[in-house]
């Protein structure tokens, strides 16, 4: 079972609609969870952290945490074509050391159309 | 706040030559510092970590004695590529974490990536 699990996409939205990413994980003990944008040619960009179950809403997104069904989402709200991007989910690495690590996910690959 | 810089943002070698890239967290200490590696069209791959004047720590099938990373301050780490081939051509990311007061432990933050290109 792979560690953390994005569909790859590609998700496409029409522009002002909602994207809705969703990620799964495999350690229960992880307490991080994260959601990056990448840019094509571009290196990540942290866009929401969240560490507690619920919703946490910061201007046009929304993470969900579910730490029982192992489940982290990002909502995008009125998408922009500038949305356009990959989202990696990243969780924080329990197990084997190196507990500071973060593993990725393969990322899902959002297109908002005009 | 939480920037990172990397330098030099690309770069072109010859085959068998070492190449430096410097990454420096401006306005924050890094407890740790990490080195990635992407392929195009692939994830990112976790190489090392570093923490400040330990040695690396290097993934699973990451070559020590080719990729030798130094982090001498809080706020510098560097990655050698020694004798550099057209197989090591990527998009080279390092990112930084550390203790910001108000971050979470883990929160890593990405410089800009260099790309490095071997003919």
């Known amino acids: 079972q792979k560690e953390v699990e994005q569909n790859s996409g590609p998700l496409s939205v029409p522009e002002g609609a909602i994207a809705s990413l969703n990620c799964t994980y495999s350690?229960?003990?992880?307490?991080?969870f994260f959601w990056y944008r990448q840019y094509s040619g571009k290196s990540p960009e942290l866009i929401m952290s969240?560490?507690?179950?619920g919703d946490k809403e910061d201007g046009r997104f929304t993470a969900q945490l579910n730490k029982a069904s192992q489940y982290v989402s990002l909502l995008i709200r009125d998408s922009q074509p500038s949305d356009s991007a990959t989202y990696l989910c990243?969780?924080?690495?329990?197990?084997?050391?190196?507990?500071?690590?973060?593993?990725f996910g393969k990322g899902t690959k959002l297109s908002v159309k005009p | 706040g939480a920037v990172v810089s990397q330098h030099p943002s690309w770069v072109i070698c010859k085959s068998g030559t070492s190449v430096k890239i410097e990454c420096r967290s401006l306005d924050f200490q890094a407890t740790t510092m990490f080195w990635y590696r992407q392929f195009p069209k692939q994830s990112l791959m976790l190489m090392a970590t570093?923490?400040?004047?330990?040695?690396?720590?290097?993934e699973q099938g990451v070559e020590k004695d080719k990729f030798l990373i130094n982090h001498a301050s809080l706020t510098l780490s560097t990655l050698t590529v020694t004798s550099a081939h057209p197989e090591d051509s990527s998009f080279y990311i390092c990112s930084a974490s550390g203790g910001r007061a108000g971050w979470a432990y883990n929160e890593q933050f990405f410089g800009p990536g260099t790309r490095l290109t071997v003919l």
């Open positions: 570093s923490n400040e004047g330990s040695k690396a720590t290097y």
């Open positions: 969240i560490y507690s179950n």
């Open positions: 990243a969780v924080n690495k329990v197990y084997g050391g190196s507990q500071g690590n973060l593993i």
């Open positions: 350690d229960r003990g992880s307490q991080s």
